[in-house]
């Protein structure tokens, strides 16, 4: 069964940096690309960021640009994003998730964790 | 890029037939197969229901479909049941790896 858990979100103030973690199991990550994508409280879904199996391709929505690094250690079955410079319109549960096809990279996720929430205040 | 455009809300009776739009761009919905359903239900992560714009998961009901026409998706829900209530997503790639979702619709089974 195909098991993703995140963790690290918390309370950050504004400029701040967190990191967050999503073990994966039950599958063989290291074949699938993999993504974070978020949702502000009361709000819909935003896609973040999405890596490709080996991690050398990475992509971001624009509003987080220069400040999130996605990465992923395939010999830990862990993905992570690096959130820096906080802003409170990045406070959201942040959901990691497991793209459908083994080997390509389709933006379709057939497997999400719980998500882990985030929140940005002073 | 802006999110892709579905209705806010939707409803149905029990056994009836419910059809959710999305409408995207030529640069996305119109120009992609990799459009997908998720279904949201409160406090939960969301869940796929349709990918590549009509294939559905293993497990997914066949009261779930999936088409597309042009620049818009559609989601149709048959057989309504009271477990289909929940908040709809569509998404569809937008080019260079990048993904979009649409604003969501939430599902009231009447």
């Known amino acids: 069964e195909v098991q993703l858990l995140e963790s690290g979100g918390g309370l950050v103030q504004p400029g701040g940096s967190l990191r967050l973690s999503c073990a994966a199991s039950?599958?063989?990550?290291?074949?699938?690309?993999m993504g974070w994508v978020r949702q502000a409280p009361g709000k819909g879904l935003e896609w973040v960021s999405t890596?490709?199996?080996?991690?050398?391709?990475?992509y971001y929505v624009d509003s987080v640009k220069g400040r999130f690094a996605i990465s992923r250690d395939n010999s830990k079955n862990t993905l992570y994003l690096q959130m820096d410079s906080l802003r409170a319109e990045d406070t959201a549960v942040y959901y990691c998730?497991?793209?459908?096809?083994?080997?390509?990279?389709?933006?379709?996720?057939?497997?999400w964790g719980q998500g882990t929430l985030v929140t940005v205040s002073s | 890029q802006s999110a892709l455009t579905q209705p806010p809300s939707a409803s149905g009776s029990p056994g009836q037939s419910v059809t959710i739009s999305c409408t995207g761009t030529?640069?996305?919905?119109?120009?992609?197969?990799?459009v997908s359903w998720y279904q949201q239900r409160p406090g939960r992560a969301p869940k796929l229901m349709i990918f590549?714009?009509?294939k559905r998961p293993s497990g997914v009901p066949d009261r779930f479909s999936g088409s597309k026409s042009g620049n818009t998706a559609s989601l149709t829900v048959s057989g309504l049941q009271a477990e289909d209530e929940a908040d709809y997503y569509c998404?569809?790639?937008?080019?260079?790896?990048?993904?979009?979702f649409g604003g969501g619709t939430r599902l009231t089974v009447l």
């Open positions: 998730a497991k793209d459908c096809d083994e080997g390509v990279l389709t933006t379709e996720f057939d497997s």
């Open positions: 039950g599958f063989t990550s290291a074949s699938y690309a």
């Open positions: 890596i490709n199996k080996s991690g050398g391709e990475t």
């Open positions: 030529s640069s996305d919905v119109g120009g992609y197969k990799f």
């Open positions: 590549e714009v009509s």
């Open positions: 998404s569809s790639y937008a080019g260079n790896s990048n993904l979009l």
